[in-house]
């Protein structure tokens, strides 16, 4: 099992570009998740899905798009890349939202100039 | 709403020396509390977890329990190694609804030799 996989690792984007992150899961989990992690910020909830079709705002949604086409991929747009969106980005999933542990990815290290 | 205080860091240790990492919540209900880990360039896994009130999780000689009196969940070790040096991350999760895990900031552990 390869578990939650994250591309790419590293991306530097200038102000304005627009870009995705791929996040893949391949354990059938219903539940996916966006967070980014800013130095003194903890996680921050970005976008999740509680399944194919089906998605919702976290605490931050502000310039990021989400959709959940399958069970397996939950991919983030950056649809106009700004310096404020320079962060880590994890994906995690989870069998359900209800209680469960969440898996996370390595992560997305995304620099904005 | 649900929340997760834990104590500031960084925390500085000397092998084999005691840890503990504080962590309180404010949840309506009854969450499950996790501890994450986050070692330096990965994403986080799940290192302990506990379902319900005087729940003791443990792994990896951590131990937290949960504490529904206090609502406390804090991390603690008998004797940390180098090895344990990361960032360590409380987390709630209600068992009800969709809502996802709602995370601490984060506490910086470094342990010297």
């Known amino acids: 099992n390869a578990g939650v996989t994250q591309t790419p690792k590293f991306q530097v984007l200038k102000t304005g570009q627009s870009m995705t992150l791929q996040c893949a899961q391949d354990?059938?989990?219903?539940?996916m998740s966006w967070y980014r992690q800013d130095p003194g910020m903890g996680l921050r909830l970005i976008h999740y899905?509680?399944?194919?079709?089906?998605?919702d705002q976290g605490e931050v949604p502000n310039g990021y798009n989400v959709s959940r086409s399958t069970t397996e991929d939950f991919p983030l747009r950056l649809l106009s890349a700004a310096p404020s969106q320079t962060s880590v980005y994890f994906c995690?999933?989870?069998?359900?939202?209800?209680?469960?542990?969440?898996?996370f990815g390595p992560g997305t290290r995304l620099t904005v100039t | 709403g649900n929340s997760v205080t834990q104590m500031e860091g960084p925390v500085t240790l000397s092998e084999e020396a005691f840890l503990t990492i504080n962590c309180t919540y404010t949840?309506?209900?009854?969450?499950?509390l996790f501890w994450y880990v986050q070692y330096p360039g990965e994403g986080l896994q799940l290192l302990l977890k506990?379902?319900?009130?005087?729940d003791k999780g443990s792994n990896k000689g951590f131990e937290a329990t949960y504490r529904k009196e206090t609502t406390s969940f804090h991390l603690e070790k008998g004797s940390v190694q180098v090895s344990d040096s990361a960032v360590y991350f409380c987390?709630?999760?209600?068992?009800?609804?969709?809502?996802?895990?709602?995370f601490g900031k984060g506490t910086r552990l470094s342990v010297i030799a």
């Open positions: 995690a999933s989870s069998p359900t939202a209800r209680g469960g542990e969440q898996y």
């Open positions: 899905s509680v399944g194919a079709g089906i998605t």
């Open positions: 987390a709630l999760s209600r068992n009800s609804g969709n809502t996802p895990l709602v």
């Open positions: 506990a379902t319900k009130a005087d």
């Open positions: 949840a309506t209900g009854y969450p499950s």
């Open positions: 354990m059938n989990h219903e539940y």
